[in-house]
C-alpha cells in the first residue's frame, strides 16, 4: 500500500492526497460530511487541519482515514 506524503485541505470539501508513488489523489467528502463519523469535518477549521503520520489522514477530535479507506472513497 503507498504511503502518503502529503495532505491539503481545498475548498468545497476536497481533500488532496499525495502518495509515495507520486500520484495525486483528490477526494470529495462533501457527501460524507451528513454522517455522524464525519460531522465534525462541517466546521471549515477542522477540515483544514487535516494531517498526516504517512499511514492515514487525521483531524482534530480524533477522526482518521487510513489509506485504503481513502482510495475506497476515491473510487467511489
Known amino acids: ?3 502518503i ?4 485541505a481545498g475548498d468545497g470539501y476536497l481533500l488532496t492526497v499525495r502518495l ?3 500520484s495525486t ?5 462533501k457527501k460524507k460530511l451528513f454522517t455522524a463519523r464525519f460531522s465534525d469535518l462541517r466546521d471549515r477549521r477542522v ?5 498526516t ?3 492515514a489522514v487525521h ?5 482518521s482515514l487510513a489509506v ?9
Request: proline fraction near 3%; avoid cysteine; glycine fraction near 14%.
Open 1 to 3: 500500500m503507498a504511503k
Open 5 to 8: 506524503t502529503g495532505v491539503t
Open 20 to 22: 509515495d508513488n507520486n
Open 25 to 29: 489523489v483528490t477526494i470529495d467528502l
Open 47 to 51: 477540515f483544514a487541519a487535516a494531517r
Open 53 to 55: 503520520d504517512g499511514k
Open 59 to 63: 483531524w482534530p477530535g480524533g477522526l
Open 68 to 76: 485504503g479507506e481513502l482510495m475506497e472513497i476515491a473510487a467511489k
